[in-house]
């Protein structure tokens, strides 16, 4: 599938080991990929957060995400789901900080295969995320899979990074209208 991919987006693959190597995980991430896709230049996905005005929200976004380690990954639909429960999230996370220490909950401890050399490998989600991406470019008979094409996996498969990516005003429907509607490709 790799062969497929644009020069973009194999950029963007490597960007999330790179970017997962600098936070010192053993995996690499949906929320690696989505840093990664914001560092690009000159691609339709640095074009459409340009648009959406997420370029200028990075540090907005990247708080979003460190907060949402913080609660242990949990999404917006768990937390709710939790407080239907009369399960305070916040209250837990506290708790356990207050035990264990800030961030006990973001799993950002060092792994130990990081110290060993090995280079991270791809989580389960970051795979499926690849996945979505070849099935967004068959489904709009794409030859090739871009930097859009897992922009809007990333949006398309719910979690934590479709949530703040939504959450920042780029939903699905937003990303595709910005990365594909001929308007946005005039200019």
Do not use: C, N
């Not at 690499?28 to 640095?46: I, K, M, N, Q, R």
């Not at 060993?116 to 989600?125: A, K, L």
């Amino acid at each position: 599938m790799f062969e497929r991919f644009t020069r973009a987006a194999k950029a963007v693959v490597t960007g999330a080991v790179t970017q997962a190597e600098r936070a010192g995980s053993g995996t690499v991430t949906e929320e690696h990929l989505l840093l990664s896709l914001l560092d690009l230049e000159g691609t339709p996905s640095s074009s459409a957060f340009a648009a959406l005005g997420i370029r200028a929200r990075r540090a907005s976004v990247e708080a979003a995400l460190a907060e949402a380690r913080r609660r242990g990954g949990l999404t917006r639909a768990d937390s709710d789901a939790l407080a239907g429960l009369g399960i305070d999230v916040t209250e837990i996370v506290s708790r356990v900080e207050a035990t264990h220490g800030e961030g006990a909950l973001a799993g950002d401890r060092k792994d130990r295969r990081w110290w060993s050399g090995s280079r991270p490998t791809f989580s389960r989600p970051a795979k499926d995320v690849l996945e979505k991406s070849l099935r967004i470019a068959l489904g709009r008979r794409d030859r090739e899979i871009g930097d859009a094409h897992l922009l809007l996996a990333l949006a398309a498969r719910p979690g934590v990074v479709a949530d703040v990516l939504a959450d920042h005003g780029a939903t699905y429907g937003a990303l595709e209208q910005a990365l594909f509607t001929p308007a946005s490709k005039a200019g």
